[in-house]
């Protein structure tokens, strides 16, 4: 008897017994765990049961947008791109390609040489228009000179003009009074002739 249920269970050793151990487990595991499911779906009430999510309406069409936050979201964008831009540009110079470096080379070459270029036309703008400013500082002075020699030749007209007509006048008044003397004279003259008392003359 000891000796068949050895035998019984070396055959039933290996495999043998995990193959049947494991299904039934699992089989009931399974039965379980949907029995258990299957109740509580049952026992679960209406009331406790999720709700379903509120829609809530767009709110972009009611709130105000800020232009100082946008006019400041866009400047932190700008400088963060051109932050990253400048890493990259280190970056390719540190632990670039030999390609990439001379490409970085012949980019940095044709910016310097824009930039020459863009000084010196800036340098002959600013010479025509200091060239230019001064032609018309020289010609606003010559005007104003011209203007001077005419308003003083203007003065020195009116003052001989003035000067003539109060030497006329003063010849006109001095004529008028040696005028006015003379008739005077003239008639205590004929007065004195008129007069017996005056008899040698004396007084004419």
């Known amino acids: 008897m000891v000796l068949w249920s050895l035998g019984f269970l070396q055959r039933l050793s ?7 151990a494991t299904p039934t487990r699992t089989s009931r595991g399974s039965k379980s765990s949907s ?22 309406g767009d709110s972009k ?29 280190y970056a390719v110079s540190m632990y670039g390609s030999p390609q990439e470096k001379e ?27 200091k060239v230019k400013e001064s032609e018309t500082a020289v010609a606003f002075d010559k005007e104003c000179l011209e203007n001077d020699r005419k308003e003083q030749m203007k003065k020195a007209s009116y003052l001989t003009q003035f000067r003539d007509g109060n030497k006329q006048l003063i010849e006109a008044r001095a004529e008028e009074r040696r005028r006015q003397r003379e008739q005077e004279n003239y008639k205590d003259r004929e007065l004195l002739k008129q007069n017996p008392l005056n008899w040698s003359n004396t007084l004419c």
């Open 61 to 89: 069409s009611t709130e105000a947008v800020d232009p100082q936050y946008e006019a400041e979201k866009k400047r932190s964008e700008k400088k963060r791109a051109m932050r990253s831009k400048q890493l990259n540009t």
């Open 103 to 129: 490409e970085q080379r012949r980019e940095q070459r044709e910016c310097l040489l824009k930039q020459i270029h863009q000084k010196e036309e800036s340098a002959k703008m600013t010479l025509k228009e």
């Open 14 to 20: 290996g495999p043998d017994i995990g193959k049947m």
């Open 35 to 56: 029995a258990s499911s299957s109740k509580l779906e049952r026992k679960t009430p209406d009331d406790l049961k999720p709700a379903s999510p509120i829609k809530v």
